[in-house]
Structures are given as C-alpha cells and as structure tokens.
C-alpha cells in the first residue's frame, strides 16, 4: 500500500466521544502506524504531575514516601501541558514557573469524633491552568489520607511536566482498547475451541462496525489489516480528543525525525562526521 | 427417614404391578416433599464454626490451658506442699493457706504513671515483662502466737494475653484500641522482657497408659509411663520371644536387672500359681501354655513365697538412698519399690496390692496376645496414643519445681536463724518470705525467655520449649500459635499427621517433615478434670469393683474392663449400655463435655478419659439418621438467642477425641448418613488449619503444592496487626496497598485474614513473554509498579540503652559537634540528621554511617569514682567521655520513622529507633500466588510492551505457562476464573475447601459478561499490534510479595575488611565479606592447570605476605637477620600467604621446627 498517495490518506472516524472516552475507527493505515499510535498515546503524551514533595508537617499514620506517591498519582489538568517546558529543557537550576506549577496542601484535623479526609480538593496550585481535576462541584476528590483529631499535613508539591515512560502517573490514559478485524478474517490468531468456534466465542463489540465473512469468503492470504478500531479512556487529566492529537503530533514528530535522518545522512550528527565515512 | 416413609404411604399406593407402586411411590408427597427428594441440608451449618470460634476462638488452647493452670493447678500444687516446718524448732511451722495471681503490675510502682492500667503494648516498648503478683495467704508461728499473713507476695507470674488475667480480656475493640492492642490478635503467648514468646504445644506419647510395641527381633514389650505429681517413671514388662529365653520380666529402673514376672507377682502377695495363671490367661488354653514356662521358672528358683519374693526383689533394687540411713531389711526394700516406684500411677492403699496386680496382669495378657498375633501392637504414632502438652502444664511442673525450692530455700533460712541462740527481735518469718524474692520471677522469665525446661527433680531437660512469635505476617503470627513440636527422638519419621485434629498440610518441608504439625481450625485440647466424680458415676452406672475380681471373672465372656484414665475401675458385662448410659450423661452436661468414653473391642475395654492434653473437635450428634442441629437451630445461632455453649448444653453437639472418633461413625454430608451413623461433621474444611485454610480450592491441587504454600504464607509481606504503625519491632514488613483477595475463604473471614490481608489481586496473563520469564520467573508490568503494586515498607529498629556502670559512672548522649574535624572528609556530615538532643530527628533521611544517637560511654569503667557525692565537698574529678555512637550501618538510605526514648526496669534509658525503607518491587524480588508457586521478578516491562485484551486491560504479572504442567495447581486456574467472574459481577467469591463456587457457575458469569467461559481472552502484543496466535488465559490471582528482596541479599567486594587473626578477607555479608573459591572450585582450577590463577586467587588477593627466610636453616626469620643462625647471610625474601606463617609459628610454638628448603624457580 503506498501511504503517500492521496486516495490513500489514513482517516478517522469518531464512533463515540465523552468527557473520559473516545472510541474512533483509523483507517487507510499500517498496522504499525495503528500500533505506534497506541503506545504513544500510552507512554508519550505529556501531562502534569507532581514530581516532588516537600514535607513541611506530617503528623499522620502514613509515611512521607506513601502521601508522596500517592500525591504523584494525582491527575492534574494537563489541557494545557503544552504551555510548559519539560525540566530539562528549562534553564533553571531546580523549579521555575516556565517549567513547574507549585501546589500547597495545609490540612490539620480539629473533628471531635470523627476522621478527617484530605483529597485532592484541598491541593491549592499556584497555576489556576493546573489544578487537580474533579468531576463537578458534587465530586468529593481523591482520597489522600485521613486524619485524627490533632494530625497535620503540611507539604508543598512541584508538579512537572513528563510522560509516562518515565513515570506511569504521567500516562493520561487509563486504558487504550486496539482492535482490528474482529471477525479474524486475517487469521492472525487462532481460536481456541472445544466445539464450535461461533457460540463459544463472544463477539467483540467493534464487530457491528466491520463487515462480517461472507459464508463461502475464500481466505485472501495477502490481505493486509486497515481498519483500526480504538477506545480511549481517560484519567481525567485530558480531553481524549487531545491525547489522540498530542499523540498524532507526537508520532509525526517522531516520523519527521526520521525522514531527518534518512536525508541528512552527509549533515554531522552531534557535531561529528557520521561513521560510515570513516571508511 | 427413607425407611419410616415408605410405611407409612403403604395404604396410598394401591397398584397391582410393583414397578407401578414404584413409580406411585415416587410421585408421593409429604409436606410438599417428594420421598426420592434428597436428605435436606441443615442450612448454614458452618455458621457452628464463627460461633465456636467466638468462644474459644483461635488459640484458646493456650489461653484455656493457662487460665486452668492460674486458676485450679496453682492452688493444688501449694496445697500439695503447703507446710513448712524447722528441724530446729519443732514448734515452728508455716503453712500456705491460698494462693493466687494478681493483675498484671509494673515493676516500677513507684513510677509515676502506675495510675493508668499496665498494659502489654508497654511492656513491649518498654521492654519489660508483662507479669502479675503472686501473692499468698500464709499462716505462721511467731513466737507463741499463731498470726495469720495475707497478700504476701511471693514472685511474678508472666501473664499469658487474653487469658483470665489479662486486662485485654472481654474489652471492646475501642478499649483495646485504647491500649493500643490489636482486636484481631489472638493472644495465648507471654512478653518476656518485651519480646513476644510463644510456649509451643508439645507433643509426647500418653502417660499411664500401657503401650504394646514389638521389633523385629521378636522382642515384645509393654510399658507404661507412670506419671504423678511425686514421681515419673517407666514400667516395662518384656517377652524376648526366642527360643533360648522365652521368659517374661519385669524392667524397671530403680532395679538393677531384669525380674522374672511370675516373682513379681508373689512379692505382691499372690502366692498361688494357679491364682497367676488364672488372672494372666482366664482359663484360655493358648495363653496358659504360653505363660506356663513362667511359673516353672519360678518353681525352678525355689521362690514359692512372698517373702522368699521379695527378699529376692530386695537384692536387685539399686538403693539410692543416703548412707546417713538406717538400711531396711531387703524385703522392705522391695515392697517399698513395688508399691511406690514400679507403676507409681497405681494407687498401692494399705499394702493392698490387688489394682496393682491385676494392673500387671492386664500388661503381660498384652504381651502375650501381641506375641501371639503380632497386630496387637500399639502404634506410637497414632495421634490416640499422645497427649499434646500446652503452655499451662508446662508452667505448672516449673512452678512446682520452683515452689519446691523455694520452699526448701526459706527453710533452710528459717533454720539458720532458729539456730542463733538469742536474736535481738522476735523470729518473724513473713519477712523471711519477703527477701526471697526473686527466684520464682527469674526462675519463670529465664525459662520462657531462653526456652530450656530444666527440672531436675524429673531429671527433665528439654530445649526450645519456646519460640519468638514470629511478627512477620498475621499469619505466620497465628502459625506460631497453632504449631505443634514433638518431644522424643528426632529420628521417628511419621508419614504426615493421620488425625483429623491436625492439618494434613501445613507441616514443614525437610528435616521436621511431619515431627512439626499444627492444629486444624476447629480443634481443642483438653485440660485435666476430676476424676473422683467419673469413678463414682463409673460404680453407680454398675460396675463390679476391681478390688473384688479374680482372673476367672476377668476374662468371663462378655466382660469388659472398664478404665479410667488408663487405671482400671472393674468390669461391666454391658459394656455398650455402659457407654451408651454415659455419654447419655455428658449429653446433659452432667459431666465435662470432654470427658471421653469408648469401646476398645481387641482388648474387651472400655476406657474413660478426662486426662489433660487429648486433642478433640465438636460433631453434630446424629440420632436415629436424623441430625440434632436443625434449620431452625442456626437461625437462632444467626440472631444470638443461641451460643456455641447453648449447643453443647442441649446435647446437639458434642466434643469427641481422636479415640472416641475412630469409636463412630461419622458422616461428612447429611446425605450420607446411613442407620450406623452416629455423627456429622460441622463443615468439611476445618480439617484444614488456619494457615492451608488461605488457600483457594486447595482440593483441587496436588496436596504438596499446599505445603509450600503453607510455608510462604507465613513469609508474605502484609499487614501485621492494627497497632502495626505503634509497634517498634526488630524488623517489621508492613505492605503500602494490601487487598483483601478476590477469592476468599470462610477460613480466611474466621480468621480474620480479610482484615490484615498480605497480597494483592494482580492481573495475571499465562503466557511466555521475552524469554526473561523461564524457570518461573516473573514479568511484571512497569505500570503496576509505579502505581504501587507490590510497594512495601521495611522498618528495622536500632537500639540504644544508656547503660549505668558499677563504679557510678553512666554512658550519656552528647549534642551534635558544633564543628567536625575534617569538613571536607567523607564523614563530614556523619553528625547532620542529629537534633539538639543527640538523637536523629523523627522524618530524617539517613544515609549509611551517618550517626543516629551520639552516645558517650565514660573512659573509665573500674576505678570508682563518686559521680553522685554532693557537690561541695567532692574533690574535683574529672572523667572523660569517649564517643560510642550508634550509626546507621545498613548498605541503602532509610528514613527515621520513629523514635521512643523510655526506661527500663533498672532505670537505664532505652532508645529505640525505628528506620524506614519504602521498597519498590525490583528485579530479582520474590512473588508467589496461594498454591505454592514462587517466582522472583524477571523483568519490568513497560506498559506499552506489554500484552493486552481486547477491552485494553493490561497485565499487571505475566506468569509462564510451564509452571502448570507439574506442579498440578488446578486450584490456581479456578481461582483465577472465579476472581475474574467475582470482578465482572463485583463481588468476592469463595474458593473454600471441599466447597466454594462452582466451575460452572463462574463460566456462566462470564458468558453473561461478554467473556469466553474458559477465562482465555483475545490478547494483542503490545509491540507489534498484532493479536497473539493463542488464547490467552488472563485474570486476577491473588500474589503474595515474600520477604527474601534482593537488597537484602546483593553483595560484591573488591576490598574490604579482614580477619584480625588470619588477615584473610572476612566471611558473610553482613561483615561486608569476600565471596570464596571455595575447595571445589579449586579443584575445577587445579584440574585446569590454571596455577596462576590459583596463586592470584588464594594469595594474592587474600593474605599475600612477606616473609624472610634463612636458607641455611630453613626457619622464618627478621629482614636481613635470622635469630636461630645469628646471621645475615643466608636471608631471602619470599611471599607466602600469612595463614601459612602463621601456621609456622603455631608449629614452632608447639616445639616442631617446620623448615623451609628453599630452590631457585
């Protein structure tokens, strides 16, 4: 298939879209692109989250480490993640508003009888763009830790920006569903069955958007897939549409990177001839 | 029930052909019930175990056994010795009126704080003992008056928690929470000197009870291990089956050789031949031909009397007594030993040696019988045969010996002080009492702490009586409670516990392989009852007394003997009315519920017992095919208007032990119940203990994979206890997210497990992934891990105890130096995390070597200077410090976690530091799912790299198929569809023994869900995108994180510290060791012809060193000078490692000159 030619630009349908999930069909494509597309989205969009933490108080039965981790998996409001520098692109020393958003938690327990909850709700950024979401006004938060008449949390965050490779709290999405030819007319995989293949496997649900085997379809042993079917769902640090564009930009960043290198093969990497002339 | 009906419907079934009254009599209805309908199951039956558990709970053995020892043992063992009288001064004497203990009490009452109550979780961080007063009422002479004492305290008694003295008892989970104590723990052990200890439950073959046993050699003995409060001792009655000696004789310690039995029984006054015969074969031919060479024998050493008997009995006793003595006549001697040393257990009343007689009788017609048909034996193994020994009758013989001592240490004191001729102030001998203190409290803590049992009044010395209550997990916590050790010879291999009582699984692998068991879940054991009562209930239900039989009644047809507690009572000629009649009785609770009463067909007996230490376990009582317990009853249960005791005292259920047991006839399921059966089993899986209870339908697995399981449960990081966080233990593994699993147990909710679980439900898909994953290693998903699967923390304690010294002086804890000598060095920040007090600060990050307490210890430890004289008039001395800080020595960074500075009893200041790792699963750690499958960490994969189903769900651990095909783990599979259909449906399932839910119903789930029934889902790769060929089964097992982490165990060297002696690199880790090429692999070198590794490998990097030898003389010697030629001219230099110098110098200091010839190489 040649992915340059116009009749063969790759398209997407939307099937479903929602505040956490977006289900859309890509097609006209390579298998690889359709997989390439996935990983990103899981691994490489940037988003928001706390990187480190200050402890300025902690009085409560959890330890600094456990309230830190559980801070880091905190999902921030990463629309506009773009806005920020990555760490270490950033020219400062250690955090600077081009490159962190500061956020405060001061919450101490006064409750006669009962325990206090602290969530999300009571993180106070510095940065109205980053702030951790909640799901309207009725949302109670995420639950960080409970504390006793007496208990005090006093800390101080710096979120960053980074992708889930490094960290899998950077990931905004919570699952990718990939799918392709549900009706396994490629034969890629083979079903395991006692006695009929048809009432003991489910169908999947992306099969009423494909086109079901006809009865007597003879196998096309050269067929190659090109219709990709994806749900996204999100933590809530993203719109989904924006995870698939990030995403998009990212992989074509990626591909021109490529093309890059492939054609400046004469260019000096990093300064230095490349190898291959040295012979 | 079956039977009844079909009389009862005769009159309705009016058909000509039978086959039509069958069928009629099919279709017949009773109440709605058609007669083929199946045996209705009491529903809910199991609701029996929580409600059993309620009262006893989980180790009420121990607690049961203590609380019987404190309260009922205490007071007859000082009623046994409760005088005290002097040889100086007949008038005196003293004499215990009570005794008893009081409520826990803390050593320093002067302390402040002893207003508030004392509880254990003090004890624990103080490190002190948690015991209470024994206090006793005495009644003594002083001077002429008779003056009576109460409340004088004689010692301390450790306190066992949760039992009758415990301030833990019957308080609420607030209340205890107040305490800072664990409503979930079981109590049932001791802190001694604030370290949990748990008095095993030992193990030993019955006490006075005879036991037939045979070797190969044709050698047929019974004995009998007669045991009393006064004495210990064991009876042997031996048949050498050969042809040369075909005699029986008596065997006894206290005699010095064998004695032909036929004298034993003329010492004891049956004279007659004909008289031995008949009581020894009752008229049976065989026996009589078998026994007839005795009595000739006799005849043949002209013994015909008692007296000639016992004069030649007297002759044979190993006299043990003190020359000072008057010496008895021989036959004195003999009746002396034969009433109270051979078969003590046997009352001899007024010379009346009948019971004894007869007693004997009964032992040889065993040998006899065992020597004509060899199955007769005993099984020393048979769990009907042992008596397990719990913490209570361990205490009680350590109490009686140090009472003993006590007792005779106060009257040797007495005497001393009666002796003085005039004494300034009147004789009081409370205040003797007073001052002797300390034995019984030490004799008490010394015992339980180091766990040797040394009474050398029964010449018993046993070690390892007690274990540390192993912290580890709640469930090796519990192990620890339920475990069984056994006492004698190490060597008996048994094939696995046989009873009912025991688990069939958890035992452990290798050298204590079946001598180590434990407990199963609905177990009790026993503690000593009354007997008077039973004897007389015995003779009242019409008995003909032992006293008034010959041997022709004794082995009358029909008669059987009846025995109490292994004595015998008489005979009974209705032996089954005998025995019907009396668990009649104990059904109405007119006597103890575990009194137990059986039928032994083999030897024509009937035994009761109400000894101690008999394990036992409650039945449904079935009647007439019908079970007592009804519907009707366990909904009554199920709202509280009834108790486990309610059911005991209504004779619907009732404790059998193991003899009893084999007596009946048990059905597991109503539906088996047959016109035999006796009783039904309460639920199946109690056979189980608490620790093989965790594991998801262990019926479906190969029976040694829940052994292993059984060991690593107990190894499982999670949580310990609900006062985890206030515990400041050695070393504490505590999980950061535990779950409950998804596939429980009504064990695990019994027990609690649900509570303070130690795993958590992964996601795991069965396939090969990247070749990181052979010989059952793990993938585990990077994702999981961040998230926080598998996280958990290490809290290790380091202790500080500013010790006071003898001479006055005291160690002191310095402020952190102002400046440090060398800034710059690498030590420089040694003393950073130090607050001003010198101690680490509580949230502190510490690094290897940094100090956390800045302790001095005075210079001068002898001379004796008075550091608490006034101040004014003492001369000025100084006395300097020197620094002894406590430094973090662990290899990785930890963070101060807490920190408690207390006292201890002898006013010593105790710091204690608890230091925090927080532990993120890495390569090489160790994983295992409920059915003994372990794996350790392969790799991490990222999220995207890793599989996926079709719904994008990612694995959270990929597991290799091949670890299925030979461990046989079915149980893993059900388990993890069960936990897959559980998480579609949202709800927990049960994976209960013998139970739980059913295959089917689970597959049925996940139809309904959208999922193949067989739990295999369509899985994509996550690197390429395409979908995997195969079917990948993919679901939630439940995975425990074990405490074997690959921090704990790295370790490299390149240089490092040596061995003072040798100067050869350290061994072991902790002391940052050198890894050995050991002799083997030196071998494998030397093979090879690799002599310069050799040499680099053993001397150059261990001990290489110069030597100067003198060629002339060959010995070592200085540079240039050798001492023995008194020259310079023969020195040369050479290495050797210093080891072989050393080894030179040794020889020449045992006077053998090893000398060196010398060559050019």
């Known amino acids: ?279 | 029930m079956l039977g009844k009906k079909t009389v009862t419907f005769a009159d309705d079934v009016r058909s000509d052909t039978s086959e039509e009254a069958f069928e009629n009599l099919k279709k017949t209805n009773y109440a709605g019930k058609k007669l083929t309908d199946p045996v209705k199951e009491v529903e809910d039956k199991w609701q029996l175990l929580p409600a059993f558990l309620k009262v006893k709970g989980l180790v009420k053995q121990h607690i049961d056994s203590y609380n019987y020892f404190v309260e009922t043992e205490l007071k007859k063992i000082v009623r046994t010795n409760e005088m005290i009288t002097s040889d100086v001064d007949p008038s005196f004497w003293l004499k215990y009126l009570d005794i008893r203990v009081g409520p826990p009490d803390r050593p320093d009452t002067d302390h402040e704080a002893h207003v508030n109550v004392f509880t254990p979780h003090e004890c624990r961080l103080r490190d002190l003992t948690y015991s209470g007063n024994i206090c006793v009422d005495i009644e003594y002479v002083r001077g002429k008056k008779r003056v009576v004492r109460k409340n004088t305290i004689i010692g301390k008694m450790p306190i066992m928690l949760r039992s009758s003295k415990c301030v833990l008892t019957d308080k609420s989970e607030a209340e205890l929470a107040k305490m800072f104590e664990c409503p979930l723990d079981p109590g049932g052990y001791f802190i001694i000197k604030g370290t949990e200890k748990v008095i095993l439950i030992q193990e030993q073959l019955s006490k006075n009870r005879i036991i037939v046993e045979g070797d190969k050699k044709g050698l047929v003995q019974a004995y009998v291990t007669s045991s009393t409060h006064e004495r210990k001792s064991k009876t042997y009655i031996v048949a050498k089956n050969d042809a040369k000696n075909d005699k029986i004789t008596l065997k006894h310690n206290s005699i010095s050789e064998e004695i032909p039995i036929v004298i034993v029984m003329k010492a004891m006054g049956i004279q007659s031949d004909k008289e031995i015969s008949q009581l020894i074969s009752g008229g049976n031919q065989i026996f009589l031909n078998m026994f007839s060479p005795n009595i000739e024998q006799c005849a043949k050493m002209k013994i015909f009397t008692q007296k000639q008997a016992l004069d030649y009995i007297g002759s044979k006793v190993k006299v043990t007594r003190k020359i000072a003595n008057v010496r008895r006549p021989m036959a004195e001697e003999a009746l002396e030993v034969l009433s109270t040393v051979v078969l003590a257990h046997v009352p001899v009343k007024d010379l009346n040696f009948q019971p004894k007689c007869i007693y004997i009788a009964i032992m040889i017609r065993r040998v006899l019988m065992a020597l004509a048909n060899e199955n007769l034996v005993d099984d020393r193994d048979y769990v009907g045969n042992k008596r397990l020994e719990l913490a209570g009758s361990l205490l009680s013989l350590l109490f009686e010996d140090l009472f003993k001592k006590f007792n005779f240490d106060l009257k040797m004191n007495i005497d001393k002080l009666l002796k003085k001729p005039n004494r300034a102030t009147e004789f009081d001998a409370h205040k003797q009492l007073m001052q002797h203190g300390d034995s019984i409290t030490n004799g008490f803590v010394r015992a339980i702490a180091t766990g040797n049992w040394t009474l050398k009044r029964f010449k018993m010395e046993r070690a390892g009586i007690t274990h540390v209550l192993s912290r580890l997990s709640y469930i090796a916590a519990l192990g620890t409670m339920t475990r069984i050790t056994s006492q004698y010879e190490k060597t008996r291999k048994v094939s696995g516990p046989r009873a009912l009582q025991l688990c069939p699984a958890d035992t452990p692998e290798g050298e204590a392989c079946g001598l180590v068991k434990n407990l199963a879940l609905m177990t009790h054991i026993t503690t000593d009852d009354e007997e008077q009562p039973l004897r007389r209930l015995a003779f009242n239900l019409g008995i003909e007394d032992v006293n008034s039989l010959t041997g022709a009644e004794l082995y009358r047809k029909n008669a059987y003997m009846v025995f109490l507690n292994g004595l015998m009572l008489g005979i009974t000629c209705q032996p089954n009315n005998f025995v019907h009649d009396f668990r009649r009785l104990r059904r109405c609770g007119r006597i103890s519920e575990f009194v137990s009463i059986y039928v032994n067909h083999h030897h024509n007996a009937v035994h009761i017992a109400s000894d101690g230490g008999r394990v036992c376990r409650p039945l449904i009582i079935v009647e007439n095919r019908i079970p007592k317990v009804t519907t009707k009853h366990i909904q009554k249960l199920k709202k509280d208007e009834m108790t486990f005791a309610d059911f005991l005292a209504q004779g619907l259920v009732e404790y059998l032990d193991v003899n009893e047991e084999n007596d009946s006839n048990i059905a597991i399921y109503e539906r088996e119940i047959v016109n035999e059966t006796t009783h039904l089993e309460i639920e199946p899986f109690t056979i189980l203990g608490a620790v093989a209870g965790l594991i998801p339908y262990p019926h479906h697995n190969q029976s040694p994979r829940n052994t292993y399981q059984c060991a690593m449960g107990k190894q499982a990081i999670g949580a310990i206890a609900y006062n985890q966080l206030r515990r400041i233990d050695t070393l504490l593994y505590l999980m950061v997210y535990p779950q409950q699993p998804m596939v429980k147990t009504k064990t695990i909710e019994l027990v609690g497990y649900d509570k303070l679980p130690a795993g958590q439900n992964a996601i795991v898909a069965v396939m090969s992934y990247s070749g990181y994953d052979i010989e059952d290693a793990l993938v585990l998903n990077k994702a999981s891990v961040d998230r926080g699967f598998g996280r958990c923390q290490v809290m290790r304690k380091h202790v500080a105890l500013m010790k006071r010294y003898a001479n006055g002086t005291y160690d002191r804890i310095g402020d952190p130096p102002a400046q440090v000598d060398c800034p710059t060095g690498p030590s420089a920040d040694r003393f950073n995390i130090l607050d001003s007090d010198g101690i680490a600060g509580v949230g502190e990050r510490v690094m290897p070597g940094q100090v956390i307490v800045n302790r001095h210890t005075p210079t001068n430890l002898s001379a004796n200077i008075p550091v608490n004289m006034p101040i004014v008039n003492a001369p000025v001395i100084q006395f300097t410090w020197k620094h002894s800080p406590l430094t973090y020595k662990a290899p990785e960074p930890g963070y101060i976690d807490k920190v408690c500075v207390t006292t201890t009893e002898q006013e010593q200041t105790l710091i204690k530091i608890l230091i925090r790792q927080t532990r993120i699963p890495e390569l090489g750690d160790k994983f295992s799912s409920r059915h003994g499958q372990k794996g350790v960490c392969g790799i991490i994969v990222p999220q995207e790299d890793m599989p996926f189903a079709d719904s994008g769900i990612c694995p959270d651990i990929i597991m290799n198929p091949h670890g299925f095909p030979s461990r046989m783990t079915v149980g893993k599979m059900i388990e993890l569809l069960a936990g897959k259909a559980g998480v579609l449906k949202g709800e927990l399932q049960y994976g209960t023994a013998f139970g739980g839910s059913k295959v089917e119903d689970m597959s049925k789930i996940l139809i309904k869900h959208g999922y193949s029934y067989s739990g295999k889902d369509y899985v994509t790769s996550g690197i390429t995108g395409e979908p995997l060929s195969a079917y990948i089964f993919f679901g939630p097992v439940y995975y425990q994180k074990l405490k074997h982490m690959v921090v704990d165990k790295m370790h490299a060297r390149a240089r490092g510290p040596r061995a003072v002696l040798t100067r050869q690199p350290t061994e072991g880790r902790s002391r940052d060791g050198g890894l050995r090429l050991g002799e083997m692999e030196r071998d494998c070198l030397v093979g090879y012809g690799a002599s310069m590794l050799l040499m680099e490998r053993l001397m150059i990097s261990s001990d290489q060193f110069d030597v100067h030898v003198c060629e002339q003389c060959g010995l070592l010697g200085y540079k240039g000078w050798c001492q023995n030629c008194k020259s310079s001219k023969f020195m040369v230099t050479m290495q050797m490692p210093y080891a072989a110098k050393l080894l030179f110098q040794e020889l020449q200091s045992m006077n053998i000159a090893p000398r060196l010839i010398l060559e050019e190489f």
């Open chain 1, 1 to 279: 298939m040649d992915l340059f030619s116009p009749a063969n630009k790759p398209e997407i349908r939307i099937q479903e879209l929602t505040g956490e999930r977006i289900r859309f069909i890509l097609t006209n494509t390579d298998l690889s692109m359709a997989n390439a597309l996935r990983r990103i989205m899981i691994s490489e969009v940037a988003t928001i989250a706390i990187d480190m933490v200050q402890f300025d108080l902690n009085t409560s039965v959890l330890a600094d480490e456990f309230i830190a981790h559980r801070l880091g998996l905190i999902p921030l409001d990463s629309t506009e993640a773009d806005k920020i520098k990555y760490p270490r692109d950033c020219n400062c020393s250690g955090a600077c508003k081009e490159c962190s958003v500061e956020l405060n938690l001061h919450v101490k327990c006064t409750e006669e009888d009962t325990t206090k909850d602290v969530t999300s709700k009571d993180l106070v950024s510095h940065d109205p763009r980053f702030t951790p979401i909640t799901e309207g006004p009725k949302d109670a938060g995420i639950l960080i830790a409970k504390l006793r008449k007496g208990q005090e949390i006093k800390v101080k965050c710096i979120a960053k920006k980074g992708v889930a490779k490094e960290h899998a709290k950077w990931s905004p999405c919570a699952a990718v569903a990939f799918e392709y030819d549900p009706f396994n007319k490629l034969r890629h995989t083979h079903y395991w069955i006692e006695e009929d293949e048809k009432k003991e496997w489910p169908q999947s649900k992306n099969a009423n958007d494909d086109f079901p085997p006809l009865d007597d379809e003879i196998f096309d042993f050269t067929a190659k897939p090109n219709r990709f079917y994806f749900e996204i769902e999100t933590i809530g640090s993203m719109k989904p549409e924006d995870i698939v564009m990030n995403a998009f930009k990212k992989l074509l960043e990626k591909i021109s990177s490529i093309q890059m290198g492939l054609h400046s093969n004469d260019v000096p990497i990093n300064g230095r001839e490349p190898t291959r002339d040295v012979f």
